[in-house]
């Protein structure tokens, strides 16, 4: 990995010699530069945060199936999400728990 521009600046070189080379199909990713990522990681001006919970690996295929339903009914992502945190809301915690003891 180029650690400084002039490294930067043969490598990026390097990259357009070769770009005549490359099939028209061929994909590509754009360039990184980790501490700039970092920084705007760090910054987070969209609030944006992640959902973690630990489960089998069957489970995280169903969630994962389902939530992909929502999105692509809803077409837009974040509405998606609303829509999915209300659908859980709605469900109450006597029917949760007659749900679990069915399980």
């Known amino acids: 990995?180029?650690?400084?521009?002039?490294e930067l600046r043969e490598?990026?070189?390097r990259c357009l010699?070769?770009?005549d080379r490359v099939p028209l199909d061929e994909p590509w990713t754009?360039?990184?530069f980790p501490k700039v990522d970092a920084a705007k990681r760090a910054v987070n001006k969209e609030k944006r945060t992640r959902v973690v919970f630990s489960c089998?690996?069957?489970q995280y295929a169903a969630f994962h199936e389902e939530l992909k339903?929502?999105?692509d009914v809803i077409g837009n992502v974040t509405v998606a999400h609303d829509i999915l945190i209300r659908v859980l809301?709605?469900?109450s915690d006597q029917e949760?728990?007659?749900m679990a003891a069915d399980d």
């Open 96 to 98: 949760i728990a007659e």
């Open 11 to 13: 490598h990026l070189k």
């Open 30 to 32: 754009p360039i990184r």
């Open 56 to 58: 089998l690996p069957e």
């Open 17 to 19: 010699e070769r770009v």
């Open 89 to 91: 809301s709605e469900v």
């Open 69 to 71: 339903r929502f999105r």
């Open 1 to 6: 990995m180029p650690r400084g521009r002039e």
